[in-house]
């Protein structure tokens, strides 16, 4: 059972450790186009954009970087 709670940790904590570096990716993203008049949204932030919906305060920190450039 204990081996079990491990894998789980060890997942969990790697799971988090992932949404934070796409928040951070995606915010780098934001900030790159945050001036440009006509942007074209490359598929790889939309797909970062779509799986941070899971955890909107990630998300919500990414769209503070457009809000503030």
Not at 2 to 10: A, K
Not at 19 to 38: A, D, I, N, P
């Amino acid at each position: 059972m204990g081996c079990r709670i491990d894998i789980m940790s060890t997942t969990s904590s790697y799971l988090e450790h992932s949404y934070g570096k796409l928040s951070r990716w995606t915010s780098h993203k934001f900030r790159q186009v945050g001036g440009e008049m006509q942007v074209e949204i490359d598929p790889t932030l939309c797909e970062a954009i779509h799986r941070l919906k899971k955890r909107p305060e990630l998300l919500t920190y990414a769209l503070c970087e457009v809000l503030f450039i």
